[in-house]
């Protein structure tokens, strides 16, 4: 049975692996995800933290996506008063950004990323990299 591609054009499903962690193959449900981690850990949906954290996470999932060959790992942890959400994917390249080149349209995400997150960790290994941002829940 085919799963519909989520509201983003991308397929896939955010239906459990095994653990409590979705099997993220979309921003959309990475979303979906980390707004049910932040309901749970109290912070209202409204808040600027709120839309930080959603933003960085389907900046991370997006590019996971797009340019890193789809994603291989999605994990999102709360340790005291931060977020840690960490996105793997297969590519052993490093995030860049290209922004100014009418030919080559975005290169905002991983400076939004770099500027949202309180710190970004990229991690290689073989088969490809995993990328940890840690937001401040307060």
Not at 67 to 91: E, K, M, N, P, Q
Not at 105 to 125: F, K, S
């Amino acid at each position: 049975m085919s799963t519909p591609p989520a509201a983003d054009g991308t397929p896939g499903s955010d239906r459990p692996r095994g653990g409590d962690q979705p099997a993220v193959t979309t921003s959309a449900a990475a979303r979906r995800h980390v707004s049910e981690v932040l309901q749970r850990a109290g912070v209202s949906l409204d808040s600027i933290t709120a839309a930080d954290a959603l933003m960085v996470t389907t900046e991370l999932v997006t590019n996971a996506i797009r340019h890193g060959g789809g994603i291989t790992l999605f994990r999102t942890d709360i340790t005291g008063d931060t977020l840690h959400v960490s996105v793997g994917d297969a590519s052993t390249r490093p995030p860049s950004s290209h922004r100014g080149d009418p030919a080559r349209p975005g290169g905002y995400g991983w400076p939004l990323i770099q500027r949202l997150a309180e710190h970004v960790d990229i991690t290689p290994h073989p088969g490809g990299k995993t990328i940890q941002a840690v937001l401040r829940l307060s």
